[in-house]
């Protein structure tokens, strides 16, 4: 059943408003019909079973048949910090990891970052990057949209972990710590209902350099490996990621 994310002020006690380019899509896309059923989110809490009332241009009313269960969230919370890589490798990055379950994304500047980053235009490739996410929220049935931040410099990422239970700096050249032995301790310290936050650094096409990886472990990070072979940058968050989940339980873990 196709799945609309709404704003909270959309969400009223008996009725959703849809409007914008949803609407639109509901509309010209779905070829919609009043009677048709959707299900509809504000992203924060609260998520319905609808019934489409009547189309106009540029709206959808819907009325709510039926308050759902917002279950389809991990109880970890996954935060990716990828740094800019060239091209649309960060849509890929954040189009899959929002499928596997991270809810945030923060691009970051670091000493090997080949993009040249230029604030005035990265208005309109975050508008991009938060439209990716919240389709893939979409297509994944998530109960929210994963928040995609302003890209960081270095300094403010390091500032930034304090704010998680745990940090993963993912860093090729780390032989010792992978990420399943750093993280299952962690992760099997958690009581069952509890939830935790935890972030983890991905760098740009070239990686880390050593000094930027001992930084990362002053300001509170665990270096960690993600097996014997390179991964992609753009690969390496997903893997991460799904690594974390399925040790937590949520993919069948222990």
Not at 16 to 38: C, N, P, Q, T, Y
Not at 110 to 136: F, G, M, N, P
């Amino acid at each position: 059943m196709q799945r609309y994310f709404v704003t909270p002020e959309q969400f009223h006690p008996e009725t959703v408003v849809i409007s914008g380019e949803d609407a639109r899509h509901i509309a010209k896309v779905m070829r919609g019909k009043a009677g048709d059923k959707l299900i509809v989110s504000d992203g924060v809490s609260r998520e319905a079973l609808v019934e489409i009332a009547g189309i106009e241009i540029g709206e959808v009313n819907v009325n709510i048949l039926e308050m759902l269960d917002m279950t389809h969230e991990p109880r970890i919370k996954i935060t990716v910090a990828q740094s800019l890589p060239k091209g649309d490798k960060l849509e890929t990055v954040i189009q899959k990891c929002t499928e596997i379950g991270a809810v945030g994304f923060v691009p970051f500047l670091s000493e090997r970052t080949i993009v040249q980053y230029d604030e005035r235009k990265e208005s309109k490739r975050l508008e991009r990057w938060r439209k990716i996410c919240k389709e893939a929220a979409e297509q994944a049935h998530r109960n929210i949209v994963p928040e995609v931040h302003s890209p960081l410099s270095w300094k403010l990422l390091l500032k930034s972990f304090s704010e998680y239970d745990a940090v993963y700096f993912c860093y090729e050249k780390e032989e010792g710590l992978q990420l399943r032995s750093a993280a299952a301790p962690w992760l099997s310290g958690l009581p069952q209902q509890s939830s935790g936050k935890v972030m983890v650094v991905v760098g740009p096409e070239g990686g880390f350099s050593p000094e930027e990886c001992r930084a990362a472990e002053e300001a509170g990070a665990v270096s960690v490996g993600l097996g014997r072979r390179i991964l992609r940058c753009e690969t390496a968050g997903m893997v991460a990621a799904a690594c974390i989940l399925y040790e937590s339980g949520e993919m069948g873990g222990v």
